[in-house]
């Protein structure tokens, strides 16, 4: 098990996610999560635009403190770990994976660019209203035997689940 | 909490988190798409791997150390409403809010427009907010976890939980071994008998379109 494989047991790849959990309750005492950190972005974004954005409670308790910017740049390190990673293993990905082509028939990245945006739309408005995603409530929150989490979770799988099903069999 | 450190500190949690995603193989697209069609369970074991995990970790550092738990909620209707909003966008965008960010990494280009796509859904919940929190976003009994309603401390159900689980795991490995799951391009796509070739790849097919 080295940098330079392509693929880990996903038992030790996830084993190391799981222990990720001691840095965020003991040092940022919060739990693992990931998809606030589209609220901040966003509200940074908006307040170019509109300047009422920082009065909205909503915007506001997620655009400054140290909370907020530790999950940015936790999303901005996965995007330098995962390069880092495919670089030393050498699974450069294509331009889009060919699983759109088997399940959708969509080969090219204009065909799939507006799939891929309406489906990262609907997964973060989503998780926002659930107050969290597969990471916060997923992992986190049935980590900690949260009822609200083990009931996003089914209802998600759920969703996933018959969406995946009206798609050609990859 | 020094804001500089805060930042230094994600940076590299987020670098073994990308490496972790990475090397699982979890952040494609085919396996994400095909664990949700029921064809391969790679998705469920790294899941519940990371799961069984942190009811060991949280075992240990609540029930030795007593340190603080951050449960969410329970909101049924911002659950269960939100939860398969989120299940239908991972099917179509064939990533998870978090994984999208190590396809990017990987070089799939289909992550950026993802990533978009989030960004302005976190921005249309933003504006959303005031007038869904009456209706969906609010009530419901709290922070409630099963330990509290069983009445068995934290530390023996998630170790129970843990057993339980990691059981589940070895039976599901030992009918869908990983090795295999992971397809022979480790994109999560089990090799078909009439697999398309794929001396087309998709960067030449979106020059043309």
Same mark, same amino acid.
């Given at each position: 098990?080295?940098?330079?494989?392509?693929?880990?047991?996903?038992?030790?790849?996830?084993?190391?996610?799981?222990?990720?959990?001691?840095?965020?309750?003991?040092?940022?005492?919060?739990?693992?999560?990931?998809?606030?950190?589209? %609220?901040?972005?966003?509200?940074?974004?908006?307040?170019?635009?509109? =300047?009422?954005?920082?009065?909205?409670?909503?915007?506001?308790?997620?655009?400054?403190?140290?909370?907020?910017?530790?999950?940015?740049?936790? %999303?901005?390190?996965?995007?330098?770990?995962?390069?880092?990673?495919?670089?030393?293993?050498?699974?450069?990905?294509?331009?889009?994976?060919?699983?759109?082509?088997?399940?959708?028939?969509?080969?090219?990245?204009?065909?799939?660019?507006?799939?891929?945006?309406?489906?990262?739309?609907?997964?973060?408005?989503?998780?926002?209203?659930?107050?969290?995603?597969?990471?916060?409530?997923?992992?986190?929150?049935?980590?900690?035997?949260?009822?609200?989490? =083990?009931?996003?979770?089914?209802?998600?799988?759920?969703?996933?689940?018959?969406?995946?099903?009206?798609?050609?069999?990859? | 909490?020094?804001?500089?450190?805060?930042?230094?500190?994600?940076?590299?949690?987020?670098?073994?988190?990308?490496?972790?995603?990475?090397?699982?193989?979890?952040?494609?697209?085919?396996?994400?798409?095909?664990?949700?069609?029921?064809?391969?369970?790679?998705?469920?074991?790294?899941?519940?791997?990371?799961?069984?995990?942190?009811?060991?970790?949280?075992?240990?550092?609540?029930?030795?150390?007593?340190?603080?738990?951050?449960?969410?909620?329970?909101?049924?209707?911002?659950?269960?409403?939100?939860?398969?909003?989120?299940?239908?966008?991972?099917?179509?965008?064939?990533?998870?809010?978090?994984?999208?960010?190590?396809?990017?990494?990987?070089?799939?280009?289909?992550?950026?427009?993802?990533?978009?796509?989030?960004?302005?859904?976190?921005?249309?919940?933003?504006?959303?907010?005031? *007038?869904?929190?009456?209706?969906?976003?609010?009530?419901?009994?709290?922070?409630?976890?099963?330990?509290?309603?069983?009445?068995?401390?934290?530390?023996?159900? *998630?170790?129970?939980?843990?057993?339980?689980?990691?059981?589940?795991?070895?039976?599901?490995?030992?009918?869908?071994?990983?090795?295999?799951?992971?397809?022979?391009?480790?994109?999560?796509?089990?090799?078909?008998?009439?697999?398309?070739?794929?001396?087309?790849? *998709?960067?030449?097919?979106?020059?043309?379109?």
């Amino acid at each position: 098990m080295t940098l330079r494989d392509k693929a880990w047991s996903p038992y030790a790849a996830r084993i190391l996610i799981g222990l990720l959990q001691i840095p965020a309750f003991l040092l940022i005492e919060t739990a693992l999560g990931t998809s606030s950190s589209y %609220v901040t972005i966003a509200a940074h974004i908006a307040a170019f635009a509109d =300047t009422s954005v920082g009065k909205m409670d909503y915007f506001a308790k997620h655009m400054y403190g140290a909370k907020n910017l530790w999950q940015v740049a936790m %999303v901005i390190g996965i995007v330098v770990g995962a390069f880092a990673s495919m670089k030393m293993s050498g699974a450069r990905r294509q331009t889009i994976s060919p699983v759109w082509n088997r399940a959708v028939g969509f080969r090219s990245l204009s065909s799939r660019a507006p799939m891929a945006f309406a489906g990262g739309f609907i997964m973060v408005l989503g998780a926002r209203i659930a107050d969290g995603c597969t990471t916060g409530h997923g992992i986190s929150g049935v980590a900690q035997l949260a009822l609200g989490s =083990t009931v996003a979770v089914t209802a998600m799988f759920a969703g996933a689940i018959a969406t995946a099903l009206l798609m050609k069999r990859v | 909490m020094n804001i500089l450190f805060a930042v230094i500190l994600g940076l590299a949690m987020g670098a073994v988190f990308g490496i972790a995603l990475e090397k699982s193989r979890v952040f494609e697209p085919g396996t994400i798409v095909s664990q949700m069609q029921l064809r391969t369970f790679l998705m469920l074991k790294v899941f519940l791997t990371a799961v069984v995990t942190g009811l060991v970790v949280l075992a240990v550092l609540n029930g030795a150390w007593g340190v603080k738990m951050f449960p969410k909620a329970l909101v049924w209707q911002a659950d269960i409403v939100g939860g398969m909003l989120l299940g239908v966008g991972i099917s179509i965008a064939g990533a998870c809010p978090g994984t999208v960010f190590a396809q990017i990494g990987a070089g799939y280009r289909d992550a950026w427009f993802t990533v978009t796509g989030g960004i302005l859904g976190a921005m249309t919940f933003g504006y959303l907010e005031p *007038a869904l929190r009456p209706i969906m976003l609010s009530g419901g009994p709290g922070k409630l976890t099963l330990d509290q309603v069983a009445h068995i401390p934290f530390w023996a159900f *998630a170790l129970a939980v843990a057993a339980a689980l990691a059981g589940v795991l070895a039976v599901v490995e030992r009918f869908k071994p990983w090795r295999e799951e992971a397809g022979p391009d480790f994109d999560g796509l089990a090799a078909l008998a009439s697999r398309p070739e794929r001396s087309t790849p *998709a960067s030449l097919s979106s020059a043309s379109a």
